[in-house]
Nanobody, 123 residues
Framework: QVQVVESGGGKVQPGGSLRLSCAAS????????MAWYRQAPGKERELVAEIISGGRISYADSVKGRFTISRDNAKNTVYLQMNNLKPEDTAVYYC?????????????????WGQGTQVTVSS
């Protein structure tokens, strides 16, 4: 099992930047990637960005060109650099480990979620 601790959230004005960190520990050998998700009030949790072992990266259309996901394997840490933040980016941000389902070829998050970190974009 992999445990994660998210940090780096806060309140910023529109156009501002934040860098989120996700420290992972546990059975890191068992995972195939890491991802950032977010959940805004009254909305379902959505995938923001993912980085798969081997380097494949993908983003939600709403954050392309503004957010950058990266990882430091030596530190078992994943980052999310968020630039040009908008009010609609306001949400609790979570990171999670991804595992490949061989039958479907898709990646799925661990059923265990961390506490998340709150990001508020407001003037």
């Amino acid at each position: 099992q992999v445990q994660v601790v998210e940090s780096g959230g806060g309140k910023v004005q529109p156009g501002g930047s934040l860098r989120l960190s996700c420290a992972a520990s546990g059975s890191m050998y068992s995972i195939n990637g890491m991802a950032w998700y977010r959940q805004a009030p009254g909305k379902e949790r959505e995938l923001v960005a993912e980085i798969i072992s081997g380097g494949r990266i993908s983003y939600a259309d709403s954050v392309k060109g503004r957010f950058t996901i990266s990882r430091d394997n030596a530190k078992n840490t994943v980052y999310l650099q968020m630039n040009n933040l908008k009010p609609e980016d306001t949400a609790v941000y979570y990171c999670n480990a991804l595992r490949l389902n061989l039958a479907s070829g898709r990646y799925y998050p661990s059923p265990t979620w961390g506490q998340g970190t709150q990001v508020t974009v407001s003037s």
